[in-house]
C-alpha cells in the first residue's frame, strides 16, 4: 500500500478524541448554563416575591385607612374588623420583602425600609389615636388628617421606587438568563456542527480505507486467479511435455527393436553358416599341419562362436532394456481407474506371493496398525506394493534377520503409505537415482535391471503422488509413498491426467 | 509341392531389408518356392494391389498372400491393412501381420480390422523361423479364394 497504515489509524484516533471532548464540552456547558439559568430564574422568583409582599404590606396600610375611614363616618365597629390585625401582617411582609431585597443585593433597601416602616408605624399610630378619639366621642381636627395623608404619599412614593427598582433587577436577571440560554444554543449548535463535521471526515477516511481495501481485495483476488491459472498452465505445459517423452520413449523403444532383429537374426544365421562349414574341418584328409587350416579352424571353432555369443548376449540384454522403456513408457498410456482400495487386503495378497522368497530368506512382513482405505487404481496399487516388497524382501542383510513392516496413515486428503526394512539400505547419494531407469544402489549382487523402483515411482505420479526413500545406508530402509486419498477428486482437480 | 501352391504369391511388404532378407530365408528353408514379390513401402504395394480401383489389377488375379510389416516409412500398415480388407478384391487375400511390438492392443486392433495371422518378429530367432516355417505349413492348407 502507497499510503502508510499508522499515520491513517492516528488521523482517525485524532477525529474520535476530538468529537468526544467536544461532546463533553457541550454536556458540561449544558450543565453550567442550565445552572446559572437555574441561578436566574430563582432570583426572579425572589423579586417576585419581594414585590408581592412589598405591594401586600402597603396594601394593608390601605385597607387600615379605609377601614378606620369607614368607621369614622359610620361608627359601626364591624368596620374596625380588617384593622385589628393589620399592624402585625404589615409588619411581617415588610420584613419579608426587607430580607428578599437584601437577599438581591439592594444597596439601598434597608434605608428605604427603614424610612417606609417609619412611615407605616406613624401611619398606624396616626389611625389607631383617631380611632380612639372617635371611640370617645371627639372630633378629629384637620392638621391630624393631613398628616396621615402626607404619611400614606411618603410610603406609596417609597414603595413605587423600590418596586421600579425590583422590576429592574427582574428585567436584567430575565435578560441574563435569555442571554445564557442563547448563549448555551449557540455553543450546542457549534458543537454539533463540529462533531458532524468529524464525523463526516471520519466516515469519508473510513470510506476511503475501504474502498482501499476493496481495492486491494481485488488486486490479491486478481492476483490469485494469475497465479492459479500460471499454475494450471505449468501442469499443462508439464503433462504435455511427459506425453511427449512417453511418445519418445515409445517409438524409441520401438524402432531400436527393428535393427536389433537383425543383430540377433543374422547373428543366428551366421552361427548357422558357420555350422556348415564346421564338418569339413572334422575330415581326416585335411593338412592339420598346415597353418592357413590351423588359423581357420580356429577361427570356426572358437572365435566365431565367441563373437556370436557376446553379441547375442548383447542383444539380448539390449532387448530387455528396450522392455523396460517400453513397459514404464506403456504404464502412461492407460488412464487410471479410480476404485475403492483395501490396502490391507491388497498388502496380504502381495505377501502371499512373496512367501516363497520369505522363506528362502528366512524373512517376515508384519502389518503394524490399521492400514486406511482409499480410493486409487487398484492394478497400480498392486504393482507398487509387490515391488516395494520384493525389494525389501530382496535386499536385506545378511546380518540380521529380515523384518518388513508396513503401516500407513490419513493425513488430511492424503495417504501415507510406508514399507520400512532393516536390510542393508540406501546409501544417501543414491537415495534421488534409485529412482532412475537402469540404476542401481550397492554391491550389485542381485539380480535386476533397475527397472523395479523407476517403475514404482512412474506408476505413483501417475496417480498423482510421490515417494521417498529414508536410509543411513546401512540398517535399513523407508520408502514412504504418499498418494491423494481420493484419485477421483485429484482428476477432477486436473492435478492427475485422467 | 502341387502346382495349385505353385500359383500362390507371396506379397512382403516390410521396409527392413535385413527383416525381408531373413523372412525370405526362412520362408525358403521351410521348403516353400512361391514367388515372392517385396516392397518396402506402403504407396508402391498399394499400387501393385490397387485396393482402391474399381478394376483388380492384373497382379490381383492370382492368388496372393500378403505379409505386412505394421512400421511402414510412408504409411502405417494398420492403414493399408483397413484399405486391403476394405476393397472386395483384395479382402479375400491372406494377411499375415509383422511386427516388432508384442503390444496386445494393438494385436486386438490388427484383428479387428480383419489380419488373419499375427507373427511377432521376435528377438528370439529361433521362435522366430519356427512361425515362419509353420507358415509354410498354412501355406500348403488354406484355400485359395476362387478367382472371378
Redesign the interface.
Known sequence: MPRPRRKVLSLTSAIVVAASLILVAIVYGAHLFSQKTGQLASAALDVSLAELKLSRAFNILLEAESSQRGFLLTHDEAYLEPFKAARDAMNSHLAGAEIQMKSLGMATAPVAMAVLGNAADQKFSELERTISLVKQGQTIDAATINGGRDLMTQARDIVIAQRAALAAIRADKIDQAQRSAERLALLTILGVAAVVILSLIALAQFMSRSKELQLAHEKLATAKEALEERVRERTRDLQTANDEIQRYAYIVGHDLRAPLVNIIGFARELDMAANAIMPLFARQELQRDDPAIVKARRAIDEDIPEALKFIQASATRMDSLINAILSVSRLGRLPPQPQSIDLAALTMNCIASLQHSLNEADASISIEGRLPSFVSDARAMEQIMTNLLDNAVKYLSSERAGRVVVRGSRIGSQVRIEVEDNGRGVAPSDHERIFDLFRRSGKQDRPGEGIGLAHVRRLVRRLGGDISVRSDGKTGSVFSVMLPSDLRDAISKGAVHG | MDDRHQTVTIVMIED?A??AR?IE?NIRRAAVCNEIVGFNNGAEALEYLQPNGTEPHPAAHRPLLILLDL?LPDMSGLDILARLKGNEHTRRFPIIVLT??D?SREIEKCYDLGANAYIT?P?D??N??TAIRQLGLFLAVIQIPEMA
Open positions: 527392413d535385413g527383416h531373413l530365408k512400421n516388432t511390438t503390444d518378429k528377438l530367432y529361433d522366430f523361423s
